[in-house]
């Protein structure tokens, strides 16, 4: 059996009844990796980047991302961990938002994210996609080395 603890999960999300309901239903799909919650973009972004035990320096994470954050847009998250040269712009991204606008989805794949799903959560849907993501994060703890 491969050994998944090592990919942290990091969940940006400010609704702290919708947090626990995505925790709930990770761990019910199986999933037993650390998850830290973040429940604002200034916050997430510091310990992404620049945390000792953040993904930048310290290995594979999954981010679950809520759009509509008290302080800032999760797409400018989105945008800064895809960013060229961005030592995150591998790291998988899920995005988890209320809004179902077309060009914010559209905007969003553009921007590098790995799945869009749609609050409220069809859970099943959520929990097979975070087993695929733990599948293919699996794969690549191993940094990939640049070229």
Do not use: W
Not at 14 to 26: M, V, W
Not at 50 to 79: F, K, Y
């Amino acid at each position: 059996m491969t050994d998944h603890r090592s990919v942290s999960i990091l969940m940006i999300e400010d609704d702290e009844g919708h947090a626990r309901l995505i925790e709930k239903n990770i761990r019910r799909a199986g999933i037993m990796n650390q998850i830290r919650h973040f429940v604002d973009g200034h916050t997430a972004l510091a310990h992404l980047f620049e945390a000792s035990d953040g993904p930048a320096l310290n290995g594979p994470a999954l981010v679950l991302l809520d759009l509509n954050l008290p302080d800032m847009s999760g797409t400018d998250i989105l945008a800064r961990i895809k960013a060229e040269g961005s030592p995150l712009r591998r790291t998988p991204v899920v995005v988890l938002t209320t809004t179902d606008d077309k060009q914010e989805i559209q905007r969003c794949y553009d921007l590098g994210c790995n799945v869009y799903i749609t609050k409220p959560v069809n859970y099943e849907n959520f929990a097979a996609a975070i087993r695929q993501l733990g599948l293919f994060l699996s794969v690549i703890q191993v940094p990939e080395i640049e070229a």
